[in-house]
């Protein structure tokens, strides 16, 4: 005990290489309303955001996290604005800039109902109508491409059941965004709502040209993906390192 | 304290007035597929579901419990099987007959998606197709039409949003069970999601030529409702009263 103790006293303080970086962070899924009583959903859980809010937040940053409907608590330390849609999240988003480091993680909705229902959809006897679909705002790409306010780093994640890679590339270049996180979220995988994750860290050089590089991370829980990815981040926009956690 | 023990030692016994019944119970949502990773939901907790559970089993029934996704913990002494869709519901209610009484409190989807996609769908330039939605199979008809095993006792429930006492009497007619609990689920309401609730017990009286009767209750907490909701089932079934719990 008092070894311990000793040891701790004797540590180098924890490295905070975000000190004075202001990082916004998305998380979980959206709802988006049928009617008063249905909505469309996804399996987010979460984990994987609020871990990265939570590393960038023990990283020093001051972190602002809009989150979809989770079962999570609000980590500790970090600004947490909770949102229902994908157009509440984007409005949370704008109004949480500016950053220096925007990582959009939440599971947004590509779609909503175009006619949300004011009352509870009823069958009628001519049978269902089909659910018309319109284009939910899209805000990894609306954020790219700010002509003013960018966020200097700008990280979207790519969940796909196939062509991982492929299509994670096309969404880099799709939505003018730096990296993409991309992972494989087919259920036998079990890292939608689980807590183990496969990730991918896509990113553009802009030193090199606009090179593309992929770098595959070994299986990890979604907590060292979040430490991981916030140690890339430190090291891209600070040129200092995070110390590893052990 | 030991006054307490005393008083509880002298008090009779918990009465049991559903002792020898087996109670079939279901509860919360269900979750329709869109594609692997979205699902249609609707906002039922499972509470009330749940609590009804509870009680029935404290009122010495065997009670088999299926539920949708939910947050809740299985209630104890309970048999519960959990399900996704409308169709695995009616599957394990299905495999649960027979029964003495069925109380049907999920929130069954009405819908789901005609194509289910095996990967997730894409947006394409060409826009959103839109969700084709079928009906799916109807529990609360399906069982209360069933021409053997049909439960003596069959329960529906009906979550409005407007015209709730009509939209109520209609579907006990169209569904052809005993009794219909009905309640108003208007967001302004805090009912889906919430602790408390406002029913109205409506009733098809046999021995009164089929005589329809409403008997509306008191905002109550959820244990409350189903407390009195056990009551009632104990005195149509076996003639006895539950003693009102304080």
């Known amino acids: ?3 311990t103790a000793a040891e701790r006293l004797l540590r180098p303080p924890v490295p905070k290489p975000l000190a004075g970086k202001r990082v916004l962070i998305t998380a979980g899924p959206t709802h988006e309303p049928i ?3 249905r909505y469309i959903a996804n ?3 979460g984990k994987q955001g609020f871990a990265i809010a939570a590393a960038a937040q023990a990283a ?3 972190v602002i996290l809009v989150s979809g409907p989770v079962d999570l608590g609000d980590p500790p330390g970090v600004t947490v604005r909770h949102v229902e849609s994908a157009r509440q999240m984007l409005e949370q988003v704008q109004a949480a800039l500016p950053a ?4 959009f993680a939440a599971a947004v909705a590509d ?3 175009a006619n949300e229902g004011e009352q509870k959809l009823k069958k009628t006897s001519a049978g269902m109508p089909p659910l018309q679909l319109v284009e939910n705002p899209d805000i990894l790409a609306t954020i790219s491409k700010l002509p003013e306010k960018r966020p200097p780093l700008v990280i979207g994640f790519a969940a796909e059941t196939e062509h991982l890679i492929d299509n994670a590339k096309s969404k880099l270049a799709r939505k003018g965004c730096d990296w993409i996180v991309a992972n494989d979220v087919s259920p036998a995988t079990g890292v939608m709502g689980g807590d183990r994750n496969t990730v991918h860290l896509i990113s553009k050089n802009a030193a090199k040209n606009g090179e593309i590089t992929v770098d ?3 299986v990890m829980t979604k907590e060292q993906v979040a430490i991981e990815l916030v140690a ?5 926009v600070t040129g200092k390192s995070l110390e590893s956690a052990s």
Chains 1, 2 share one sequence.
Not at 100 to 103: F, G, Q, V, Y
Not at 232 to 236: D, G, R, T, W, Y
């Open 1 to 3: 005990e008092i070894a």
């Open 35 to 37: 009617d008063p009583v």
């Open 43 to 45: 399996r987010s859980s």
């Open 60 to 62: 020093g940053a001051e």
């Open 100 to 103: 220096d480091i925007a990582i």
């Open 111 to 113: 779609w909503r109902v």
């Open 216 to 218: 595959s991370w070994p």
């Open 232 to 236: 890339h981040v430190a090291k891209s």
